[in-house]
């Protein structure tokens, strides 16, 4: 099994940045891809980001595409959602999940484990 726990969601105003984290545990060498997703009120949860635990691969929604970064920390078994210039429509619960797959992917239904999520409300 893995466990993921995100930390870093909160209340912040239009244009401003958080990073959020995900402190990822247990079996985490099954695991090939890290991704974050989000969930806003009456929606369905879809991908933010994704990046390989090895090499320098990513993927972005291109609604968030040059304003969020995704990177990881594979000593500390950690990945970081930098998200800057903050809409309020970012306004969403940010799950992250962690994927045993090959390959990069926004399909949800391609990463096995999952956080309990981290509110972030972007205020305008």
């Known amino acids: 099994q893995v466990q993921l726990v995100e930390s870093g969601g909160g209340l912040v105003q239009a244009g401003g940045s958080l990073r959020l984290s995900c402190a990822a545990s247990?079996?985490?060498?099954?695991?090939?891809?890290m991704g974050w997703f989000r969930q806003a009120p009456g929606k369905d949860r879809e991908f933010v980001a994704a990046?390989?635990?090895?090499?320098?691969?990513?993927l972005y929604a291109d609604s968030v595409k040059g304003r969020f970064t995704i990177s990881r920390d594979n000593a500390k078994n950690i990945v970081y959602l930098q998200m800057n210039s903050l809409k309020p429509e970012d306004t969403a619960v940010y799950y992250c999940?962690?994927?045993?797959?090959?390959?990069?992917?926004?399909?949800?239904?391609?990463?096995?484990?999952w956080g309990q999520g981290t509110q972030v409300t972007v205020s305008s």
């Open positions: 999940a962690a994927s045993m797959g090959v390959g990069l992917t926004r399909w949800i239904n391609g990463y096995e484990y």
């Open positions: 990046i390989k635990w090895s090499g320098s691969s990513t």
């Open positions: 247990g079996r985490t060498f099954s695991t090939n891809v």
